[in-house]
């Protein structure tokens, strides 16, 4: 079965990075692209960032444009996320999505930017 | 960027009652492909979206058939025809005609 495992996410000081994993197992990772969804507190869904099946094509958000940089290694089956520059919202739960059209996500890793 | 508008952002259904939330484009989300990329997701309690339809009225594997999708162009609705108590949460309605996907604000289904 699909599994979207994301991971490290946690505690960061405004200004600081943090780099996001997510790990795909269950379908072929290679043919699929994958977006970064996020939700801060109690908040709607933001969408953060596409990479395209063989990584050559990606799409951003303008609120994390230029500071946060998406990107995939087929070899391994994971999708990542490196977060520089990072302000107080940008807190939030980043979810890995699979699909153009984000058919399974997974359970999200929570990021926390705060002095 | 295209904004989903959805309504209403509440529903108190009773338990074995229809419920239904609109959603609105503010442009067209017919693709160059010739394909309608509106999907509606569902996010219980303290868990992840889930994808229920896809593609405007296309139920997604495992989705209960008391789910469905209709409409066209700027204007579509999620039908649930006899609400149950699992069916509690958030629905989001999302383009993902062109980037920047979007969502809308998503609407709280509570029982009464």
């Known amino acids: 079965q699909v599994q979207l495992v994301e991971s490290g996410g946690g505690v960061v000081q405004p200004g600081g990075s943090l780099r996001l994993s997510c790990a795909a197992s269950?379908?072929?990772?290679?043919?699929?692209?994958m977006h970064w969804v996020r939700q801060a507190p109690g908040k709607g869904l933001e969408w953060v960032a596409f990479?395209?099946?063989?990584?050559?094509?990606?799409y951003y958000a303008d609120s994390v444009k230029g500071r946060f940089t998406i990107s995939r290694d087929n070899s391994k089956n994971t999708l990542y996320l490196q977060m520089n520059s990072l302000r107080a919202e940008d807190t939030a739960v980043y979810y890995c999505?699979?699909?153009?059209?984000?058919?399974?996500w997974g359970q999200g890793t929570l990021v926390t930017v705060s002095s | 960027d295209i904004v989903m508008t959805q309504t209403p952002l509440s529903s108190p259904v009773t338990l074995g009652q229809p419920a239904s939330i609109s959603c609105r484009s503010s442009?067209?989300?017919?693709?160059?492909?010739?394909?309608?990329?509106l999907s509606w997701l569902q996010q219980r309690p303290g868990q992840p979206p889930r994808l229920l339809i896809y593609?405007?009225?296309n139920r997604f594997s495992g989705v209960p058939d008391r789910f469905s999708g209709s409409g066209a162009g700027t204007d579509f609705t999620l039908k649930i025809s006899r609400v149950e108590a699992e069916d509690v949460g958030v629905y989001y309605c999302?383009?993902?005609?062109?980037?920047?996907?979007?969502f809308g604000q998503g609407t709280k289904v509570e029982i009464k």
């Open positions: 999505a699979k699909g153009y059209s984000g058919d399974y």
């Open positions: 269950g379908f072929t990772f290679s043919s699929c692209g």
């Open positions: 990479i395209r099946y063989d990584g050559i094509n990606k």
């Open positions: 442009q067209s989300l017919v693709h160059s492909d010739g394909n309608t990329y």
């Open positions: 593609k405007i009225s």
């Open positions: 999302m383009q993902a005609t062109q980037f920047p996907w979007t």
